[in-house]
């Protein structure tokens, strides 16, 4: 037999290929037969031999005894010499093969090989006859007869090929014509580890788990030099599924024609492969059921989506019914008792008597209430145009809080707390100041017997993704402005509608329900919040977060006063399409002192001004008919009139306005309807 294995220098036997295989000690009783050599006295008779014998311990892997023979083949000049050489470099291959042989069943008799072996730099090919023995203390060991020499200087091409197949991680086996076990590679050898030639196990019908295999190799090797295929095998470690090339080919040593079988196992493949197979076919049944499944549960969704958008248009068309109505209901009772008011009024200016002074006023209070009513409802729709401004708390407080404990009456006790190291807020003082007196008229109604009104102060930062009750603020920095009463306080049900529109307490003609809405709105649209903290019978506190801001200077709270008249010489553009409005806002301009030249659309203002007239302030409407609105105008005119001065009108909610063009860091804007007073204070400004 002819066995392959790796060279290792200054080792005496040669090792397996990379294979590994663990193996159990060697368990030897009374039957054993195996001669037992207990010193070299005992092997006196093989000394004078002319082929060299050696005896290698197993057990310890290395040299214990050689004849004179070995001696000289070994290039050792005594045993002793022999036995300090290193075995330690040979891999676990050439241990397990070397245990293979000592533990094999026909342990008495001697089992033949081809080895390469190292006895100095050169490698020599030589035919060993081993037989297990054991030596000393019942150790372990294997009695080598070196029995013939291979010369392969000869022939270095068989000694290629014989390196190669030796070195595979390939299984390589060789058989005769018929089928019989020839020789191994130590990958064969390791995967069919104690199956030895000349057994009936190891030929190539008892190779496969199906015999028949066998004979279906041979005859397409004979008829067509080779066979291919993927077949179950018997292994040392069971049945696995080898990927099996069998061809003719010729063995290098002895000439003679064998067939060579090339063995890869595929058995892991195989079993991922029929796996996934198995797997297909389920997922292909699962998918098919699961399209069947999603196909039905379509058409119920569908079905249920259309009873529920029938459902919801329905919800929605009775909540827009229930809004459209408290909305009209509740403008359309004070915009009544207003329009009621300026009518009757208007009549008795018509008549004769003495009540025309006492008309002008009323006509005016009614007015105002119109205006205070359009803006509420701007507020609480966060549409109103904000011109928000830096403001210290303090300096807005001191002023309003002296407005209302006149307000207020002599029984209410207003409470400021000083804001200490306060920052300052970005919003519209003059909306704010609207604010902190809506919710303080609350809290007097709250209090008809008297009480407390305090106003305090806090810093406030919200980190980012921070866990807080105040839950609708963005992360940033606030002040907390908190209002508290000690009134009489509000239900949870009040509470929860404390915000809403229209919603009041009071009798019918004694409030519009506007006022929180309003604060709400102008808190919301400033970017803060607003917020109710209340019990019955335990008071009421309100809190406005207001965003802080960190630059430019504090405005001052907003100012009322007499009508501030106009310079000598100073012209005004007036542009306003509503030719009512453009006749009273003229005849006042006037009376500030003004010259004044009107238009009623951008173009035309375009014509006047680029007639060379001198125009100190444009004074326009934001929205205009025609293609330019007023912001529009005014770019068009700085182009040739860099430095002209403009003040803008409007009564439209803030979204019309910025898509108008409106910036309010550039120009004033003075909200409709306006006094005489605010208009001419804001002329001043925008001239000075």
């Known amino acids: 037999m002819l066995v392959w294995f790796e060279n290792i220098e200054r080792a005496t036997v040669s090792q397996l290929s990379e294979g590994r295989m663990r193996t159990t000690p060697l368990i030897m009783n009374s039957k054993d037969l195996r001669p037992h050599y207990r010193d070299f006295s005992d092997l006196a008779p093989f000394d004078p031999l002319k082929t060299p014998v050696w005896i290698f311990d197993v057990d310890r892997h290395g040299m214990w005894w050689a004849n004179q023979s070995a001696l000289s083949f070994w290039k050792a000049d005594s045993i002793e010499a022999l036995q300090a050489r290193d075995f330690s470099t040979d891999s676990e291959t050439v241990r397990l093969r070397l245990r293979q042989i000592v533990e094999a069943p026909q342990s008495s008799g001697s089992i033949r090989e081809t080895w390469t072996l190292y006895p100095d730099q050169s490698p020599v090919t030589v035919n060993l006859d081993m037989r297990p023995v054991l030596i000393g203390d019942d150790r372990n060991a294997l009695m080598i007869e070196a029995s013939a020499e291979l010369d392969m200087t000869q022939n270095p091409e068989a000694l290629r090929i014989l390196e190669a197949v030796r070195s595979s991680a390939i299984l390589v086996s060789t058989f005769s014509l018929d089928g019989g076990l020839l020789s191994q590679n130590p990958a064969a050898n390791a995967r069919y580890a104690g199956v030895e030639p000349g057994a009936g196990q190891t030929d190539l019908m008892g190779r496969f788990e199906n015999p028949s295999v066998a004979q279906t190799i041979l005859k397409a090797v004979a008829r067509e030099g080779q066979f291919e295929g993927e077949i179950a095998v018997r292994t040392v470690s069971g049945v696995r599924i080898h990927d099996i090339i069998a061809s003719k080919g010729r063995d290098p040593v002895s000439g003679q024609f064998v067939t060579v079988l090339n063995e890869e196992d595929r058995t892991r493949e195989s079993r991922l492969r029929k796996q996934l197979e198995a797997l297909n076919n389920e997922l292909e049944t699962r998918v098919r059921e699961r399209t069947e499944a999603l196909e039905q549960a379509n058409e119920d969704l569908k079905t249920e989506i259309q009873e529920r958008q029938m459902v919801e248009e329905k919800l929605r068309s009775a909540q827009k019914m229930e809004a459209i109505g408290k909305l009209t209901g509740g403008i359309a009772h004070d915009f009544n008792n207003i329009l009621a008011v300026v009518m009757g009024n208007v009549d008795l200016l018509e008549g004769e008597g003495d009540f025309f002074e006492e008309a002008r006023g009323a006509i005016r209070e009614a007015t105002e209430r119109g205006a205070d009513l359009t ?56 909306q704010l100041e609207n604010a902190i007196v809506n919710v303080a008229l609350n809290a007097r109604d709250a209090m008809p017997d008297g009480g407390e009104l305090t106003f305090a102060c806090r810093k406030l930062v919200m980190p980012d993704e921070a866990e807080s009750s105040v839950d609708e603020l963005d992360p940033g920095e606030y002040v907390v402005l908190s209002i508290a009463d000690t009134g009489s306080g509000m239900s949870a049900e009040v509470k929860t509608q404390a915000f809403e529109p229209f919603f009041t307490t009071k009798d019918v003609g004694q409030g519009s329900g506007l006022g929180l809405s309003m604060v709400y709105g102008f808190a919301r649209q400033s970017g803060g919040l607003a917020r109710i903290q209340s019990e019955a019978n335990a008071g009421t506190t309100v809190e406005l977060f207001l965003p802080r801001s960190k630059a430019g200077k504090a405005a001052l709270p907003p100012t009322t006063g007499e009508a501030l008249p106009a310079h000598a010489d100073e012209t005004l553009l007036l542009v306003e399409d509503n030719a009512e409005l453009l006749k009273v806002t003229r005849i006042m301009l006037e009376q500030l002192g003004y010259s004044v030249s009107c238009a009623s659309d951008g173009e035309a203002a375009l014509s006047l001004l680029a007639e060379g007239q001198a125009i100190d302030l444009v004074l326009s409407d934001v929205v205009l008919p025609g293609s330019l609105s007023g912001p529009e105008l005014l770019n068009q005119a700085r182009r040739e009139r860099p430095d002209l001065k403009a003040v803008f009108v409007s009564g439209y909610p803030r979204e019309l306005l910025i898509n108008a063009g409106f910036d309010s860091a550039k120009d004033r804007l003075l909200t409709k309807p306006f006094s005489r007073s605010s208009l001419s204070r804001a002329l001043r400004e925008a001239l000075s």
Do not use: M, N, Y
Request: glycine content about 8%; proline content about 7%; some cysteine.
């Open 375 to 430: 803006q509420r409802l701007l507020a609480f729709s966060r549409r109103q145009p904000l011109s928000p401004q830096p403001i210290k708390l303090s300096e807005l407080l001191s002023g309003t809080v002296e407005l209302l404990r006149r307000t207020l009456g002599e029984t209410v006790r207003v409470v400021v707390h000083d804001c200490g190291d306060e920052w300052q807020i970005l919003a519209d003082p003059g």
